[in-house]
């Protein structure tokens, strides 16, 4: 098993940064991909960002490019999320996940363990 945390969220204004942590623990093994989603309400969840443990192969949703990056702390088992140029359109619930696959994913179904997520809010 492996447990994910998030940590970072918060209000901001827009055209602020956040930078988003996810902490995982268990058993992480090495061969796997991390991916960040983000949920608005009344909206499904989508894909925001994901990268391979090993590789380090990155890819992007259309939204954040250029916005958002994803980086990894192998020795502390984190991801992170830097987002900046916010907008309040990035309001949302943002969960990271781990698919326990190499190869980056960008749906929902692709990720075997998710955090409990961290809300984000973006003022006008």
């Known amino acids: 098993q492996v447990q994910l945390v998030e940590s970072g969220g918060g209000l901001v204004q827009a055209g602020g940064s956040l930078r988003l942590s996810c902490a995982a623990s268990?058993?992480?093994?090495?061969?796997?991909?991390m991916g960040w989603f983000r949920q608005a309400p009344g909206k499904e969840r989508e894909f925001v960002a994901s990268?391979?443990?090993?590789?380090?192969?990155?890819f992007y949703a259309d939204s954040v490019k250029g916005r958002f990056t994803i980086s990894r702390d192998n020795a502390k088992n984190t991801v992170y999320l830097q987002m900046n140029s916010l907008k309040p359109e990035d309001t949302a619930v943002y969960y990271c996940?781990?698919?326990?696959?190499?190869?980056?994913?960008?749906?929902?179904?692709?990720?075997?363990?998710w955090g409990q997520g961290t809300q984000v809010t973006v003022s006008s």
């Open positions: 990268k391979s443990w090993t590789g380090g192969s990155t």
């Open positions: 996940a781990r698919r326990n696959n190499i190869v980056i994913g960008t749906t929902p179904s692709e990720y075997d363990y």
């Open positions: 268990g058993r992480t093994g090495s061969s796997y991909a």
